[in-house]
């Protein structure tokens, strides 16, 4: 059982930036590939980004490309999420997923096994 904690969320305005990040009790989490989620009011969860196993390969949602940033920090058992240029309709809650070993940057839910609580990233107008 893998436990993520995610952290970094708030109130931003549009325009703004904020880096969430999510410390995974795993110490290996860097032979596995990570994501990030989102779900809005009302809305389904929705993918946003994901990073191999390695990091060599990225993917991104085309609501986010070019605003927001996947990375990871190995030796903290981290992965991050950097978000610029937020817009109101980025407002949702945030979680990151620990995907399969040695996998690939999925945009499915269901290819992730353990799931954080979530964040909130609210963003005013």
């Known amino acids: 059982q893998v436990q993520l904690v995610e952290s970094g969320g708030g109130l931003v305005q549009a325009g703004g930036s904020l880096r969430l990040s999510c410390a995974a009790s795993?110490?290996?989490?860097?032979?596995?590939?990570m994501g990030w989620f989102r779900q809005a009011p009302g809305k389904e969860r929705e993918f946003v980004a994901a990073?191999?196993?390695?990091?060599?390969?990225?993917n991104y949602a085309d609501s986010v490309k070019g605003r927001f940033t996947i990375s990871r920090d190995n030796a903290k058992n981290t992965v991050y999420l950097q978000m610029n240029s937020l817009k109101p309709e980025d407002t949702a809650v945030y979680y990151c997923?620990?995907?399969?070993?040695?996998?690939?940057?999925?945009?499915?839910?269901?290819?992730?096994?353990?799931w954080g609580q979530g964040t909130q990233v609210s963003v005013s107008s």
């Open positions: 997923a620990v995907g399969q070993l040695f996998g690939q940057p999925s945009v499915y839910s269901t290819y992730y096994v353990y």
């Open positions: 795993e110490r290996n989490i860097s032979r596995y590939a």
């Open positions: 990073m191999s196993w390695r990091g060599g390969s990225l």
